[in-house]
């Protein structure tokens, strides 16, 4: 079943078999939190604002991005510490403070 969130940039949704992602034109994913290395919060320059990224580390060495402006983006990250290793006290404050300047942020680990 192919599904976009209510925005064009989808949605992600944390649930106990992993971390749901739906995308504008592509398959629903489902990443099962034992396989996820790290999820870290990156920030890229877009003219007048600022574009902020999560991106879920698998085992297998690939990467999917998430964008902030997906249904779900902050409630998601809150969520990372039930099911991950967090790293950084608060990711959501870390994720709205996060600027072009910085280097990425891991944010949580896996157990």
């Known amino acids: 079943m192919e ?3 209510s925005t064009p940039y989808g949605a992600i949704v944390s649930e106990p078999g992993g971390a749901r992602i739906m995308g504008r034109g592509m398959p ?4 099962p939190w034992d396989e996820l290395v790290d999820v870290s919060v990156s920030a890229y320059d877009a ?8 991106s879920f580390g698998h085992a297998s060495g690939h990467v999917v991005e998430v964008w902030h402006r997906a249904d ?3 409630r ?7 099911y991950m290793s967090l790293v950084v006290d608060d990711p959501v ?3 709205r403070t996060i ?11 896996a157990r």
């Open 93 to 95: 404050a870390r994720c």
């Open 76 to 82: 998601a990250i809150s969520d990372l510490g039930t």
């Open 28 to 31: 629903e994913i489902l990443i």
């Open 72 to 74: 779900g983006w902050e």
């Open 3 to 5: 599904s976009t969130g």
């Open 99 to 109: 600027t072009p300047d910085d280097e990425p942020v891991i944010l949580a680990r």
């Open 47 to 54: 003219g007048q604002d600022v574009e902020r990224v999560l």
